[in-house]
């Protein structure tokens, strides 16, 4: 399964991102406005898989469960697709010719 963020930072253009499970970093990456990154992740078959992100901008760090299972594998198929907004991320899915958007605050 591929995991896709996508900058949509108001008047921010740089985005410094860093993923991680409890078994694997993925590094910190910097995504500037309208700019997508991409991962790739394999789920557990016990629906315990749990990725999780820091994103920085304005010098402030914020937290989000970029994907949590148990929420998203409903969502997440065949691929989970994210855009980062000022107030929090939002998370997109497709459904028989229509996109849906649920967002979270930060943590």
Do not use: A
């Not at 914020?62 to 409903?74: E, N, P, T």
């Amino acid at each position: 399964m591929n995991i896709s963020t996508t900058n949509f930072l108001n008047n921010k253009p740089t985005l410094y991102i860093h993923c991680k499970d409890k078994h694997k970093d993925l590094g910190t990456y910097v995504v500037e406005w309208g700019e997508t990154y991409k991962f790739e992740i394999y789920k557990s078959f016990w629906g315990r898989t749990w990725y999780y992100c820091g994103v920085k901008f304005d010098n402030i760090l914020h937290r989000f469960d970029i994907f949590f299972q148990r929420r998203d594998d409903v969502f997440c198929d065949p691929d989970c697709y994210w855009i980062i907004k000022d107030d929090g991320p939002c998370s997109i899915y497709y459904r028989r010719h229509s996109n849906f958007t649920r967002c979270f605050p930060w943590k």
